[in-house]
């Protein structure tokens, strides 16, 4: 059974950082392309982030690239979004998703129930 199990959420303050993380487990990481995603309150759903099953290629929405950073250990099955100068519009949930193939060229078939990141003062 494939899961994904995000955690490292909580309340920031503005400018500050968080590291989130997704455990994965029922599938060999290795083989796939990852992505984060997050849902602000009252929005649709954003793509945040892709990376490609090696690792080697990322993408990034125009509003986090430069303040954020995706990465994966798939020796670990672990993927991970660094977020650093988080603005109060970075509120969201963040879930991790498993796309069906080593890229993002097609669909996502697998998504977590995601992680809570509040930012405010």
């Known amino acids: 059974e494939v899961q994904l199990v995000e955690s490292g959420g909580g309340l920031v303050q503005p400018g500050g950082s968080l590291r989130l993380s997704c455990a994965a487990s029922?599938?060999?990481?290795?083989?796939?392309?990852m992505s984060w995603v997050r849902q602000a309150p009252g929005k649709g759903l954003e793509q945040v982030s892709v990376?490609?099953?090696?690792?080697?290629?990322?993408r990034y929405a125009d509003s986090v690239k430069g303040r954020f950073a995706i990465s994966r250990d798939n020796a670990k099955n672990t993927l991970y979004l660094q977020m650093n100068n988080l603005k109060p519009e970075d509120t969201a949930v963040y879930c991790c998703?498993?796309?069906?193939?080593?890229?993002?060229?097609?669909?996502?078939?697998?998504w977590g129930k995601g992680t809570l990141v509040t930012v405010s003062s």
């Open positions: 990376i490609h099953s090696s690792g080697g290629s990322t």
């Open positions: 998703a498993k796309f069906d193939s080593s890229t993002w060229v097609y669909g996502m078939d697998y």
């Open positions: 029922g599938f060999t990481l290795s083989g796939y392309a």
